[in-house]
């Protein structure tokens, strides 16, 4: 009884750290991923350029297998935390920088909003441990 | 001032000897389909009906949409409306109000009426409406089919950016007593009402073709037996030559001789062949022009759409504005989108830049633009057809099938009509699930919506100021970014709305993006 409850338990964690490793690639523990521009708490009228900061890591383009490398995601007003075992979703609130862009244009309604950067790896998912910024928050006049 | 006052009342009592003004108006002209034949088989109940008709239908809607009703005939009435647009919304009204009421009752006994809708110059009396545009009304009501509305040129010069609904030209025509030609476009206000019409077309094509159809299953079912390959897949996205048999079983004693008649037709896509094998369940199944193996390559089903003007965007989201009207033409579009097996035929060839990994029938994803032009390259040049990438506008034009609703099916969502995020049972590991597993449209066209993202020929644009209204695509050489339309399996309902549009990285592989080919006739 013990044994099969053990091998079972040996099985699951195997399966476990299988799942894990499978999943995004590994990034060194310094990487720091920020905003150079806004800042938190900015307020900006009209449309801005968003630019990003990435330390002890590069950017490249999506599908490139570089170690240590990866590109930029934008979350906008996603409230939703990170699946690190699903890749980045993709949608109006999800943009995403596959060529390697390190800035963007952004045009945003009136109001307060979010931006979080994600960095990505060639298949769009998290690294491990992944690599986010901070959440900042701005406002649109 | 009192007696001059007095001396004009006086006048006013005379009749008056003026001739009748004259002015510009909508004059909206209908009659009801079939007539004698109701009157033959139940007179006082056809008069009471259509007596009810018009008092509680027709009469309450020209009143609400501004308009005078000028005279009711046996059959028909005549209506005119200061504003185009207000007279074409009435007539939608009254028509689509006539479905609901013919709903419950025998074929048979359905009253149908038929509208003319036309801009003219006439004189208008107390009890009549003269002139050579009520004439051009009436006949354009005399050639409309029962339950449509047909509008002249002129009224659609005035509604084609206001009113939202589709408009299908059917180009210059000839009416009888009028000398010059009459441009005439038919309003599509439904679904439903479009696919009645164009049923009826098609009846007539699947008879004609019905016994080339015969011939043709004779040749493919030697072609089956002296080559089996591939089981009797009951995908819909397997190759006609494998579904054909199957409901045509031909004799197989004389198959020799029909097999050097069968290639004769396949090459040409003009060949089109009604299809009841793979889909008869579909009720508004267009003109389909089926896949023929020609040398090893299995074309993708195709879909053959005969175009016309349709209201493209929708004031749903910044980059879908503004709403302008686009002219399509005609063309073929992918019934499925392209699945892993068509895709892995290109990968083996060498044309494409990877093996697809997943089920056969499961639509491909994980291809950036670039790779889905590589696809629709080969497969023009392996085919020698001209396949290729569908632009924006025919790829919305195909998703609304006819609508102008915020989904094909209506303004609600309804779960299990489109695979997207929250919107139907399927697990989210098993996806993406296998092409045409949801609900088709009524051009009969899979997963316009939902499913994977698509990829179309166009360059990414913020919104619709300066796009082309021919139906080509918007593209300016070495664009970074590609349109992406029907959102994905990952996305949620708002994604799955026809008019929904996005971007990507023009060479950038992500995990939701596949794609559909379309076919220049």
Redesign the interface.
């Known amino acids: 009884m013990k044994f099969t409850q053990l091998v079972a338990l040996s099985f699951a964690l195997t399966c476990l750290s299988f799942s894990a490793y499978a999943q995004g690639k590994p990034a060194p523990k310094d990487a720091v991923l920020y905003f150079v521009w806004p800042q938190n708490g900015a307020t900006i009228k009209g449309g801005f350029w968003c630019r990003f900061g990435l330390r002890n890591m590069g950017v490249t383009?999506?599908?490139d297998n570089y170690p240590n490398s990866g590109h930029h995601h934008l979350l906008i007003d996603v409230a939703e935390s990170l699946d690190p075992n699903e890749?980045i979703?993709?949608?109006?609130s999800h943009v995403?920088?596959?060529?390697g862009q390190t800035e963007a244009r952004i045009e945003l309604p009136p109001g307060k909003h979010t931006l979080q950067l994600v960095l990505g790896d060639a298949?769009?998912y998290p690294f491990n441990p992944p690599v986010v910024s901070d959440k900042i928050t701005v406002t649109i006049r | 001032m009192a007696e001059i006052r007095g001396i004009k009342s006086g006048r006013v009592g005379e009749p008056p000897r003026d001739p009748a003004p004259r002015r510009l108006a909508a004059i909206v002209a209908g009659d009801i389909a079939g007539y004698s034949r109701l009157m033959q088989m139940d007179e006082e109940g056809t008069h009471s009906r259509v007596k009810r008709i018009e008092r509680d239908l027709i009469e309450p809607s020209i009143l609400e949409h501004h308009g005078r009703l000028v005279k009711t005939t046996g059959d028909g009435f005549i209506a005119i409306f200061d504003s185009p647009v207000e007279a074409v919304r009435c007539s939608i009204v009254i028509q689509q109000n006539l479905v609901g009421r013919n709903a419950s009752l025998p074929r048979h006994s359905w009253i149908e009426y038929r509208i003319g809708v036309n801009l003219g110059d006439v004189i208008i009396e107390t009890d009549d409406v003269y002139g050579d545009g009520v004439n051009v009304a009436s006949r354009l009501e005399g050639i409309a089919d029962p339950g449509q509305v047909y509008i002249s040129g002129g009224i659609y010069e005035q509604i084609k950016h206001k009113l939202v609904c589709g408009y299908e030209s059917l180009g210059d025509r000839k009416v009888k007593n009028i000398t010059d030609p009459v441009r005439v476009y038919r309003v599509l206000p439904d679904p439903s009402a479009f696919h009645r019409n164009r049923k009826r077309r098609e009846n007539i094509l699947i008879f004609l073709l019905s016994l080339a159809l015969l011939a043709i299953a004779g040749g493919v079912l030697w072609y089956m037996l002296i080559q089996p390959h591939g089981k009797m897949g009951d995908q819909a996205s397997a190759p006609p030559s494998q579904a054909a048999p199957q409901s045509q079983p031909a004799p197989a004693a004389a198959p020799t001789q029909q097999q050097q008649a069968a290639p004769s037709p396949q090459p040409s896509p003009a060949a089109k062949q009604p299809s009841p094998l793979t889909q008869p369940a579909s009720p508004a199944a267009p003109v389909i022009a089926p896949s023929i193996p020609a040398a090893s390559v299995h074309e993708p089903e195709m879909i053959t759409l005969r175009g016309g003007s349709f209201a493209m965007g929708s004031n749903e989201d910044n980059s879908e504005k503004p709403i302008h009207q686009v002219m399509i033409k005609p063309f073929a579009i992918g019934r499925f989108p392209i699945s892993v097996r068509e895709w892995n035929e290109c990968a083996a060839a060498k044309a494409c830049g990877f093996v697809a990994t997943g089920k056969d029938d499961a639509p491909v994803t994980n291809v950036s633009w670039s790779d889905a032009k590589q696809y629709v390259a080969w497969l023009a040049q392996a085919a020698r057809k001209a396949y290729r990438l569908a632009t924006e506008a025919e790829w919305e034009y195909a998703a609304r099938a006819g609508t102008q609703t915020k989904y094909w099916w209506g303004d609600q969502f309804q779960s299990g009509m489109a695979n997207c995020k929250n919107c139907s049972d399927i697990p989210a590991a098993e996806q993406p699930t296998k092409v045409g597993s949801f609900k088709p449209n009524p051009f009969g066209l899979y997963d316009m919506g939902g499913g994977v993202d698509q990829w179309v020929e166009d360059c990414w644009h913020r919104n619709y100021q300066g796009a082309p209204a021919d139906g080509s695509a918007w593209v300016e050489s070495q664009c970074p970014s590609h349109v992406i339309r029907s959102g994905s399996w990952k996305n949620d309902a708002r994604y799955a709305r026809p008019s929904n549009r996005d971007s990507y990285d023009t060479e950038v592989r992500y995990p939701t993006h596949g794609f559909r080919v379309a076919l220049s006739p």
């Open positions: 383009h999506a599908g890749p979703a993709q949608d109006k995403h920088f596959g060529a298949n769009h």
